[in-house]
Each structure stands twice: as structure tokens, then as C-alpha cells.
């Protein structure tokens, strides 16, 4: 390494200070531990653009992804100055970058996976050959990677890449220590944190909050020498290469789905002139049913076919779809999208789930569910999916739909790697192609573009964010089910020792129909106000920008965005928040958006299809008292009541159909 560099690495390992009891304890440093670090090079975030329903890619700076900085980060601090530190990452000549400027912050040195045998590389492919080459460097003691992928964002990489190196695994990690050959971690959830313990060697995700990013300007890291670089093809890896690249991915990507209507960016002249907007977008009640519902089906699905591009495959299992879930409600949720898909297929759905007790379980055959199939004893994510892969590579559903909590990501993720099975992180809507395979849109690139999924393997696998799907109303007359028990899986080498919740209630957030997002332009004195509008919109549910929760003014599990919740209610309106990409990214799935901001340049205002220019102290007790007149509260409660025992159609309930409800002509004051 370039002299510069290494004097500059030094600094940083400074700065860094060791953890309480870290390698060896306060004796100091027993044992050098080896470290891999997993990084992806991604486009800037902030510059994600489309032009013409493409991402422009053209002069796009290149970048680290910002959670796998944090992952080098504490590999240098760990390592300290007798360990370890190798840099991995797959990727064209450019990505050689990512690893220079790892280096440049105290790594020793970098393998680069760069080959066209590489190309079309899904998660699984990704991880095939990322696992091969850490092999091939090993032994390691740990492997550190980030939590997920800003331009992906699907976290499922680490944790294949763990499950092919049989290493446990722990996702989000918040704060590490490690005593000897021992660890313990404060992972993040999706509702406060959970502390876990185990021995090395183990795998883990990096949180964004875990360390200092390791970031050193391009002037420095120009500098680090080639030779500290292994550049690996597929040849050198020891694998088949029909296991890599396009070949040996089980998903493949169907064309794009553009989405018609992006966000109106109107700017409403006053609190009346938004109400009556909001009103014309349907924003208070769903719209109604259309009478063609032949319209539903997708000119995408079509193409598919045409293109014949859907991985027909020929039926080995059972016509079952089969939805795993450890909270009653998400449960709920996934029961109601799986029994649409089931009645695509004319086949049943099946739930998994690790909820012992049956008071704790209500309701599931109304929600959709024929059979039930129940895991006991099996509290560890890594138990979950030992159980869950040995059923379902016994039986062969048609498809898996997993929750999409941070847990459920990771048991997806373990199942997906184990069995070889095609998983579509993240999904957003579910459907069955002409030729009866399940097409999974996934939206991309801040929610502008959706594309379809599609898996060839016999098992098809998703996760799905909880509150992306809507509750549906409850099946009538359906009779509770036998549960049928599930062979006990072997004991986790990773174990939960303390729970704390922040939140009593996420769930609320993530089911909302109506929601409003507060940023740190909103000061905690000023919630009473907040909360009055929020009970003039029929009592939204309370969410918040990062900057708010890191803040402690807000809990944690009421943060939305990249690192915090998807929400996809009806209407969300954001006070006081900037439409940072990293939070506005976990609000695209609403289906109207208003927002009230000081600044008239603020980058929300393009994000939401009305704006409102001013002080909240002024705007927002206006905006309650235009509601309240207009007697909104009554009408969103009263358009929100299931009513039982009335099947609803999937046009009823999609949030992107109220999407595509905005083909209206824009108001004058709309701008251009
Ligand atoms: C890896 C990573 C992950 C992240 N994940 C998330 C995430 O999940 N969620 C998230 O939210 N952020 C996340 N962030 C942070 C994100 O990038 C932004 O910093 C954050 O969302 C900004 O919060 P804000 O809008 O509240 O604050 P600011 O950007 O400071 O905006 C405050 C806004 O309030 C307005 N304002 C001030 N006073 C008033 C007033 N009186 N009336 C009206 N408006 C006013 C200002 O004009 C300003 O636009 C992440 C960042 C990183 C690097």
C-alpha cells in the first residue's frame, strides 16, 4: 500500500476504539483473527435517475454501498494489528475501486471476482461464487458483510453466502464484541433490538449504525498498489461453472414494468385547494370497482409468455401455496395473497407457522389458509428455516411466500440457498403467468420501474414486506384447522439471551391506510398539533424520518425507509421531512402522498403529488380544521370497515391501482 495510504489507515484504526472486552479481552490480544468483508459497488443513490423509463447509467458515479463501508469498518477495528482483513467483492473492472478504497482504510488486501462466466448472476449465483472464493482464501473466523443493498436492498447475498459456507448467521448488527473465540451481538429488528451470542467462526451483517463508514477520497485510494488486488475467474473457483452467472441462477427478470403514472408534484396554492385535490385522487376512500376485470390482467404477463421468458417448468410437488410467518397478522396478510394465487392454480394454501398456541393463532383458515403445518420449538431464525426447508423439499409447494420481517428475510434466505431455490426479495405484487408459473414484481429504482420475477426452480419463493398486502375481509364459515406438527429442528448454533421492543405496536404503522411521516422540521413540542391532524384523517398512524427516531423523540419502530419499515397506505403525508431517497424509498408503494415543507426547493415536493408550501405551525392546524369541516375522519373510518364474508377482488385492495387511478388530468397549478 501506497505510503499515504497506510499512514492514513493507521489513523483511522485510531479512531476506532477497540470494544469493551474485544479479541482476548482487557488482557489484550490473544488470538489474530482472519476477517472477510463482503462489499458491492453500487451507483450513488442520489443519483438513481430515469430517463425514459431506463435508469441512465451513463456517468453515474460509482460508489461503496454505505452498509458494507461499516462492515470494512469494524473488520479493521476487530483485526487490529495482527489480524486480517481480505476484501471481497464480484463485479465488472470498475468494482476494483470498491476494494482499492477498503484497502486504503486498513484492509490488507482484495480479491475481485471478474469474469463474463459472471453475468446475470442472481443472489444465489452471486453468493455461489462469493462463497467459492472465500473458501478458497480461508479458513476465516468471520465474515462481515452490510445488512443489504441500497440499489437492491434485498440482504439476501450474506446470508447464502453464509448457509454455502455452513456458518451461522446473524443480520443487523447494531454492536459487536468479541471475547476469544466467542461473540456477542445487538442485532437491530424491526421493532428494537434483540441480543445474540454464539462461537466463531460465524457470519454477520453489518447495521448502518455499527461503525464509522471506512471512506477514503479517490486521490488516496488511486494510490493502493494492483498487487494487493487477486483478481479471480470463474476457472479459478471450485465450482461447475453451470452453477454461475445467468446459468446458475434459479430467477431470471422479465421486461420492466414502467410504472404509467409517476407522482403528480403539484403545488396546491392553499389548504382548501390540497383538500379538494386529495379528494380527487381518492385519497380518503378506496376507488371503485371497475366493471372489466379482464382489465386486471397484466400486458406483462403477456409478454412473458411471448417472450417465453417464464421458466414453465413442469409440476414435480404439491399444487400448494404454502406462506410462513411467525406474527398472527403478517400471517394474515400473506394468507389472503396466497389464496388468490391458489385459486389461480386451483391448488390450497398452506400455513407454517412457529405460533404454538392456538389462541394466539385465530382466524387462519378465514383468512385463507386449507391446512396448517406448525413448528414447535424453534424460536432462532436458523430453526425456523432447517424446519421449514426439510418440509417443503419433502412436499415441493408450488410456491413459498415468506414474511418479509428482518427474521423472515433471513429464514427466506437460508431455504433459497439450501435448496437452490429461486427467491424474489421484497415483492410488491404477486401473480400467476399464462403458462402457471408465479411472476413476483419487484420494485426498482425508488419505486419508478417494477419488474417481474420469475423463478424456474420447482419451488417458487418471495418474501413480502408486511404491510405491502393489504388485509383482506375474512372468509365466511371457514372451520379452524388441525395443525400438524413439524419434525423438531436441531438446536441453533446462535442464541437470542435478551429482547428489548421499542414500540408495542409496528404492526399498526405497517397496516395503516392513512399514515402521517414526520421529519426532524417538526420538533417533539409540536406532536399535539401532529396529533390532531392525525385524528382529522380518521386516525393516521404516526411515522417518522430517521433523523427523528435516531433522536429518540419518536421510537425506532416507527421509522420509515431503507433501514426502518415499507408502508403502503392510502395516504401518507409528510411533515417536515426533506424526501431524502433513503427514507422516501420506503413510502413509494402509497397511493397518494401530500407533503407540507418550509423550503420550496425541498427535493419531497417531486416525491408526492401535493405539495404545500409553508410553515407546519401555520399549514398543518389549517389542514385539520379543512378536515374536520369536511368530515373526512367519518368517511376514511367507515370506507375502512371489512365487510365480512364478501370475497374482494385484487383491484379492491392494491395500492397500485390507486397508481394507476392517477391517469387524471393535472390542475393548472400543477407544475411542468
Ligand atoms: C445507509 C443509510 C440508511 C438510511 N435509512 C434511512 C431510513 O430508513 N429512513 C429515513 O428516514 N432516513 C434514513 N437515512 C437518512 C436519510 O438519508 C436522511 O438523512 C433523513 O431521512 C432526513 O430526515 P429528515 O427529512 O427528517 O431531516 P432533514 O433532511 O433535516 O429535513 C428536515 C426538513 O424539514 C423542513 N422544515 C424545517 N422546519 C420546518 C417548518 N417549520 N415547517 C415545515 N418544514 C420545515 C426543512 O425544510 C427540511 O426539508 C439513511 C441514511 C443512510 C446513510
Sequence with gaps: MARAARERSEQERETHAFPVGGLGGSDGIQNAVKIAVLVKQIPAPVEFRMHEGRLVRDGVPLEVNAYCRRAN??????????????????GPPAAADALREMIACGAHRGVHLSDPAFAGSDTLATAVALAAAVRREGPFDLVLAGLNSLDSDTGQVPVEVSELLDLPFAAGVRDLDVDGRSFTARLETDDGYHTVTGDLPVAL?????????SKAPPEVYAEVADDRILRLAAADLDVPV?????????????????LTATRRALRAASVAEAVDMLEEFGAFVDPPEPDDAAADASPASAALLEAGTDGAHAEVGERSVWCFFTEPEVGAELLGEAAELAAWISGTVTAVTTIA??????????????RLLLIESAAEPSEQAAALAAAAAQRLPWGLL????????VVASIVAARCGWGLTGDAVGLEVSPSGRLVAWKPAFGGRLQVPILSRSPVQMATIRPGVLALRPPRADAAELEAELLPAPPPARIRTVAVERDDADTGELRRARTVVAVGVGVEPDGYPVIDELRAALGDAALGATRRVTDRGWVPRGRQIGVTGHAVSPRLLVAVGSSGRFNHTVGIRNAGVLMAVNSDPDAEIFDQVDVGLIGEWQTIVPKLTAELNKRGIADRIRSSDAPTEGTATTRR????????????????ASGRP
Design 402 to 409: 415468506v414474511e418479509g420481517t428482518r427474521s423472515g428475510r
Design 242 to 258: 453451470e452453477q454461475l452467472g445467468a446459468s446458475g441462477s434459479p430467477t431470471s427478470v422479465g421486461p420492466v414494468r414502467v
Design 357 to 370: 398456541d392456538a389462541a394466539e393463532r385465530p382466524g387462519l383458515a378465514a383468512a385463507g389458509a386449507d
Design 652 to 667: 379492491e385492495m392494491r395500492v397500485s391501482d390507486l397508481r394507476a387511478s392517477r391517469a387524471k388530468p393535472v390542475r
Design 205 to 213: 451483517s453489518a447495521a448502518e449504525r455499527l461503525i464509522a463508514p
Design 73 to 90: 469498518a469494524k473488520a479493521v477495528e476487530l483485526a487490529g494489528a495482527d489480524g486480517e482483513v481480505v476484501v471481497f467483492t464480484m
